[in-house]
């Protein structure tokens, strides 16, 4: 089993950043492809932006290319989404993912963790 917390959501303006954390636990992270994902009110989950185990792949939405970066830090057992010029359209839970060994990009439906998610709401 593997647990995932992630942290860092709030409430942020129009071009304001953010760094969103998930701590990952009960299984080697080095294993782990992991990715961050976001669920707007009447809209599916969707990618938002994932990293392999290895950290050397990784993959982003169009929507958040150039603005938004995923990195993880094996030490910690953490992955962070460091998101800037945030734009209202980028308001929706953001849920931490993981699948053993995966590679990205990875289709919501092929996660097998999840976090239980922090809220983003970007004000115009």
């Known amino acids: 089993q593997v647990q995932l917390v992630e942290s860092g959501g709030g409430l942020v303006q129009a071009g304001g950043s953010l760094r969103l954390s998930c701590a990952a636990s009960?299984?080697?992270?080095?294993?782990?492809?992991m990715g961050w994902f976001r669920q707007a009110p009447g809209k599916e989950r969707e990618e938002v932006a994932t990293i392999s185990a290895s950290g050397r792949i990784t993959y982003y939405a169009d929507s958040v290319k150039g603005r938004c970066s995923i990195s993880r830090d094996t030490a910690k057992s953490t992955v962070y989404l460091q998101m800037n010029s945030l734009k209202p359209e980028d308001t929706a839970v953001y849920y931490c993912?993981?699948?053993?060994?995966?590679?990205?990009?990875?289709?919501?439906?092929?996660?097998?963790?999840w976090g239980n998610g922090t809220l983003v709401t970007v004000s115009s």
């Open positions: 009960g299984r080697t992270f080095s294993s782990l492809g």
């Open positions: 993912g993981a699948r053993l060994w995966a590679v990205p990009p990875l289709s919501p439906r092929n996660i097998n963790y």
